[in-house]
């Protein structure tokens, strides 16, 4: 790895891979962002069609552009030492630009627009340069330049879509985060610079497998928060507390099926890759749609303990079945980042899943909420079963294996 003036930014081989208090700190402006994000799914619940449809895309590239913020975040103190005064001073600045977009977010494509798009280009646009300076004359200083110069280039979709009329905010928007998301895909190429592959950056890969687990876990704390806070806000019941009950079980099982094995083994399998950057990119993506799974879980939650006993409502099931089959999918992506296969309960559970749904369209949500535990917990019964005494399976991820010596010269 080069030397010379900024290299004292970067991570250290012995540096921890364990994530920082300040890390830890930055997450809590999260927490209050998917919080907003959960309860603008669960306004969409008394919408069909085009309004629900239009609603749902509407917070997910809400939610996407939350994702892009945190994400970045956790590359960048997976690349540098983020005990660094310049890199902590990076991190509160994010929260605080996090925060402002998590407050701003259930009327941002409305009459808050302008805020969260300014704190969002601040960080995309702003922290970049901070970095590149702060590097000096460092060969990695032209990684954060590219990214700043493609975020640039987006800006005007933003802030046309913030100033410009209602109706053209999504399209804009949605244009302008296809173009921050492709930039990423691509690496940031620029002329004569060329692209900066993510998947070949040096990074600690224990420190990023860490984070993507606590991400997870801090969405599986937000759903626990809004089974708390929807019970205790109602009457009190027989059928809301049973309700409470089995979605406390639901999100306990997700725990269960997460960390059974491939969740637990990501450390081992980042720290084993000979290229962790193409494992990590993997399971960044892999990590955006879980944490987007238990969200919308988590909006079905809220929905059976309001109304457990209440009429059969279809489009209800997009949360309280969608969000169950979107999280085993993304496991079983996660499985074969991890061990190359993909496990049979899983596929179980899918399939039950799919074929239930149309049935439970004539229940009320309280028997659709349990048929989702039930299959959950019939997933984990049969890990249970499939792993009784057997050796903890070593990772065996596909992914990343090539030689570590093969990386761009400014990674």
Known sequence: MAAGRGAELLRPPASSGRATFVELFFDLAFVVALTRVSQRFADLSDDTGWALATGFGRTLLLFLALWLIWSHTTWITSRYEPEQSIIQAIVVGTMFAGLVMAVTLPRAMEERALPFAVAYLTVMVVRPLVVAAALRGHPRRLVPFRLAAWAAASAPLWLAGALGPDPLRLPLWAAALAVDYL???LGWPLPRLGASAVSRWRIAGTHLADRHQQMFLIALGESILVIGMVFSGTDYSGERAAAFVVAFATSALLWRIYFHRAGLLLTEALDRAGMPGRLGTASER???????????TAVGYQLVIDHPHGPPRPTWLLFLVGG??????????????????VSRSRMIGLVVLLLGTPALTQWEPMVGLSVV????????????????????????????????????SEA
Do not use: K, M, Q
């Not at 169950?324 to 296969?341: D, K, N, Q, S």
């Not at 049969?382 to 990772?395: H, I, K, S, V």
């Open 324 to 341: 169950p089959v979107l999280f085993l999918v993304a496991h079983l992506r996660l499985e074969y980042e991890i061990f190359g296969r």
């Open 286 to 296: 892999t990590h955006l749609l879980i944490v987007f799974s238990v969200l919308v």
């Open 373 to 408: 535990a039930g299959v959950l917990a019939l997933v984990a019964l049969l890990d249970a079963l499939r792993n009784r005494r057997r050796p903890l399976e070593p990772p065996a991820s596909p992914i990343g294996t090539e030689a570590s010596g093969d990386r761009d």
């Open 183 to 185: 930039a990423w895909a």
